[in-house]
């Protein structure tokens, strides 16, 4: 053995370099995804990064169905070239460049009527959906509900997620929880560094455990009295899907929404040290497939003949059914201020004012799901606007004025006999 010694020292030597070279790229990616989580809500530049999450951090793999569905098209139609918003005209096309939107698709009774893409986006692009993930999460604890692995959204949630015990969730109702009422102690504030959906954010860059830091909030005042947007609520409702299926969020979704709703591409959810999905905002899907959801729960949860979500749930979930769930809620000195007051909510649907019945899902940088049944219209909308949460104001979100902008494209291309006055649309020519 000794006339080989020279081969024992070589593959030591190849084994230590091998360790190193793994040990330098484990780091460099560490260092990356820190970059990025660092880079949030700073004014820097996003776009080319929302479009290749799985490039970066951990994730899972929701297959794409194994009968795919394509949307059928019609001709291209056109959008307003201005807006009314805030006593003010906006134009489109500034508005579409500014908010950095890298895709924009609008479906009139299910048909594709406009589809087009900019900056890094693409129709096979899997896009960073943020909180729009929310919606997707409520659909599944619907279905979950119907076919008893929960047995009532009235239970209390430590019912069956047992590391929840001791917590801000305690006790809570499940129907509190997702109608961001759970009363736990919670900051969405994304200008805040030190905010809690901030210190959030550090463990998905630094990696540690979603399930440990849910379960390290304190509760500040009493479940189903006051809305206080809160993104570790759904991270919950996660913990519970998992617990009640026994599948992971990934494992439930493909079989109860991905393969049915004949996804065509494969969709992504990040992952925190302990393989857990990050419910809340973690998933990455192309805009014809979040389209989908929106076409699903705009037909009440039908799809193709069958019912995927079902209907009675569908109605729940973008109708708020109490005082301060209303849009523009009037609020008692006492309630919190915080995110998302101007608007309804629902179970994780946001519901606009009005009298079309329109709600959205909703994530930051400027992703949107929004459906208005009156007009039979869906509208995605995909962005990177860098400037969304560098101060906690309208000028910087510009969520109200989007909301103002599909108002406008309903109204424009929405199902009406009569076609849109020709001098209040811009040909359907790009963003």
């Known amino acids: 053995m000794l006339e080989h010694w020279w081969q024992f020292v070589l593959a030591t030597l190849a084994g230590g370099l091998l360790a190193t070279g793994v ?85 009139r009774r299910g048909k594709i009527c406009y589809e087009q893409y900019a900056l890094t986006g693409g129709p096979d692009v899997p896009w960073f959906s943020w909180s729009m993930a929310k919606s997707f999460v409520s659909a599944m604890i619907g279905i979950a509900l119907d076919e008893g692995a929960i047995d009532s959204i009235e239970d209390p949630i430590t019912d069956y997620v047992e590391e929840l015990e001791g917590s801000a969730y305690d006790g809570v109702q499940i129907k509190d929880i997702l109608q961001m009422s759970s009363g736990a102690s919670w900051n969405e504030d994304y200008s805040d560094k030190n905010s809690d959906i901030n210190r959030f954010a550090r463990v998905f860059a630094f990696g540690g455990s979603f399930t440990k830091f849910a379960a390290s909030l304190k509760p500040a005042r009493a479940p189903g009295k006051y809305k206080l947007y809160n993104s570790v609520d759904t991270e919950v409702l996660g913990l519970l899907l998992a617990a009640t299926t026994g599948k992971s969020v990934t494992a439930y979704m493909r079989e109860k929404l991905w393969d049915p709703l004949g996804a065509e591409s494969e969709a992504n959810w990040i992952l925190d040290s302990d393989g857990v999905e990050m419910s809340f905002g973690g998933l990455s899907a192309t805009a014809r497939d979040y389209a989908k959801l929106g076409e699903l729960y705009r037909n009440g949860g039908r799809w193709q003949g069958q019912q995927v979500v079902p209907e009675n749930w569908v109605r729940a979930s973008i109708t708020p059914d109490a005082p301060h769930l209303q849009p523009n809620a009037v609020l008692p000195p006492e309630a919190p201020s915080g995110y998302g007051q101007d608007l309804g909510y629902g179970y994780q649907w946001w519901v606009l004012d009005g009298d079309e019945g329109e709600f959205a899902a909703m994530g930051v940088y400027n992703q949107f799901i929004y459906v208005n049944p009156a007009r039979e219209l869906t509208i995605v909308k995909l962005s990177a606007n860098r400037r969304y949460g560098v101060e906690p104001n309208e000028a910087h979100s510009r969520e109200l004025e989007s909301f103002a902008f599909f108002r406008a494209v309903a109204r424009t291309i929405g199902t009406r006999d009569k076609p849109a006055d020709v001098s209040d649309t811009a040909e359907a020519s790009g963003l």
């Not at 098209?73 to 201005?82: D, M």
């Open 23 to 107: 040990l330098a790229v484990c780091f460099r990616q560490t260092l990356f995804r820190l970059k990025v989580a660092l880079s949030l809500f700073s004014g820097a530049d996003q776009s080319n990064r929302f479009g290749r999450i799985a490039e970066i951090y951990p994730t899972s793999t929701v297959q794409p169905s194994q009968t795919p569905f394509h949307f059928p098209e019609e001709a291209s139609a056109g959008l307003p070239k201005k807006f009314l918003f805030d006593a003010d005209y906006s134009d489109t096309s500034e508005f579409l460049a500014s908010t950095e939107t890298s895709a924009l698709l609008v479906l």
